[in-house]
């Protein structure tokens, strides 16, 4: 993933993006590690605050797998259901951590 592209596709110059790019991994990394802990303890509704501010910062940056997989985390929270979450957030971290490491990559 290009971030040359990524910019182009949101109608952004690619310094910019960059700089948008920096603020979402110092967010989404903070979010994540609260989400872990809140799934671990059972708080469904900060898992469910965490994972629909994750969604949406995804999805404003294009990120559609990451918007995907955290749509579906934020869905069952919001409705007291953690059962596979654990399952889930793996997903999740592990195609961040990719995303993370192509872009940085790139740069």
């Known amino acids: 993933m290009e971030s040359k592209k990524l910019a182009e596709n949101l109608g952004l110059e ?6 948008l790019f920096g603020l979402y991994k110092e967010t989404t990394s903070s979010d994540l590690k609260e989400l872990k802990f809140a799934i671990s303890v059972g708080a469904a509704e900060k898992a469910h605050e965490k994972a629909h ?14 918007y ?40």
């Open 14 to 19: 690619e310094e910019e993006f960059t700089e």
């Open 53 to 66: 501010s994750i969604k949406g910062a995804s999805g404003s940056l294009g990120f559609d797998e990451l």
């Open 68 to 107: 995907e997989t955290a749509k579906a985390i934020d869905d069952r929270a919001r409705v007291n259901s953690l059962d596979g979450l654990e399952n889930m957030f793996q997903e999740f971290w592990e195609s961040y951590e990719k995303l993370v490491r192509e872009l940085e990559k790139g740069s």
